[in-house]
């Protein structure tokens, strides 16, 4: 899969300094605090290509992607979509372009309406953007899609309900469902967590084929790194709300710059009769409170290799480039390893 961009040159998603902060209050009349979910991102996605969200539970990534859609509202910052602006649009004025962007949940079986037959399923969001004369025709290109997405032949599924349907066969069809409007960016968020390890990978080329078939742009948000690396032109690694990671997949999970990219792929198991027996690397603790984060380098007190700057009186490093050998090939790392504190950083 190859990355392009538009015909202006533009990106088709343009996030800038983007933050979604949620408030919460500490147990029954206890005092408030705020939950800084995503914390300052700006990243860009071009058309075309895949750009992978990865890190651990509660870095932010899911938060991200639905900040995208405008499915959570942006606490500051702004998002662009196909050029422009969309992150004051009220409901009515974001209704047109919801065609445009569609999700796809992790959870299949949670995704689709027990009480509704697979082919209204699908049809339905041709009413709602009235893409279809009457129902008829509606059902008719629902039939069509999920044909494409290989619930074939459709017919004999148009009138049965999900719980009649495995989990693989219910992930296609939410995938049908996102795809019938015709959207140019997907943001799916684990799209095969839920699904049997034999299932999975016919899911995931099945996307990868739309892809090509239909010029998608996904946003793919996963803790797998082996799914990354296959579906992934672009991988940006979060971590407490931010990216601290950012360039092409095959260089950031073969040659991670930042020590906390390193630690994740240091977890993944792997078969190497020659390392039996061998201690592994373990990142020490969780992510913290993320209403309570850390000063100086947020990775910093799960850091091997922090150093002074890094320490809560030091600042909290922001991306800078790293250039690695061959064309294209910059990546973007937010470490004081790479990229150390001016004079001026600190003032």
């Not at 044909?147 to 999900?162: Q, T």
């Not at 996904?218 to 082996?226: E, F, G, K, N, P």
């Amino acid at each position: 899969m190859s990355g392009t961009t538009r015909r202006n040159g533009s990106p088709l998603v343009a996030i800038s300094d983007l933050e979604v902060h949620f408030p919460i209050r500490r147990g029954f009349g206890g005092r408030k605090a705020v939950v800084r979910a995503v914390d300052g991102v700006s990243l860009e996605v071009l058309a075309g290509e895949t750009l992978g969200l990865v890190g651990e539970s509660g870095s932010g990534k899911t938060t991200l992607g639905r900040a995208m859609l405008r499915l959570v509202e942006p606490t500051a910052g702004r998002v662009e979509f196909e050029g422009r602006d969309i992150t004051g649009l009220d409901e009515k004025q974001l209704r047109p372009l919801r065609r445009r962007m569609q999700p796809v949940f992790q959870d299949p079986h949670a995704a689709l309406n027990p009480a509704m037959t697979i082919g209204d399923a699908v049809a339905h969001p041709l009413l709602i953007q009235r893409l279809a004369p009457d129902r008829a025709a509606a059902r008719a290109q629902a039939a069509a899609m999920l044909e494409r997405v290989g619930i074939a032949p459709a017919g004999p599924f148009l009138d049965r309900y999900p719980e009649d349907l495995s989990g693989g066969q219910k992930q296609r069809i939410v995938l049908a469902r996102a795809l019938v409007t015709g959207p140019s960016l997907v943001v799916a968020d684990e799209p095969v967590a839920m699904l049997d390890m034999s299932v999975r990978a016919l899911v995931l080329d099945l996307m990868a084929g739309l892809q090509r078939e239909l010029g998608l742009t996904y946003v793919l948000i996963t803790h797998d790194l082996a799914t990354a690396r296959l579906l992934c032109d672009r991988v940006a690694v979060m971590y407490l709300g931010r990216v601290v990671e950012i360039g092409p997949a095959d260089r950031v999970l073969t040659e991670p710059r930042h020590p906390y990219t390193r630690a994740l792929l240091d977890a993944v198991p792997r078969v190497d009769p020659a390392a039996a027996g061998r201690a592994r690397p373990v990142l020490p603790g969780e992510v913290p409170d993320a209403t309570r984060i850390p000063g100086g380098c947020r990775f910093h007190p799960r850091c091997p290799e922090a150093f002074a700057p890094c320490g809560p009186d030091g600042i909290d490093p922001a991306l800078g480039t790293v250039t690695a050998a061959g064309p294209g090939r910059t990546v973007e790392v937010a470490c004081h390893l790479w990229n150390p504190p001016t004079p001026s950083d600190r003032s």
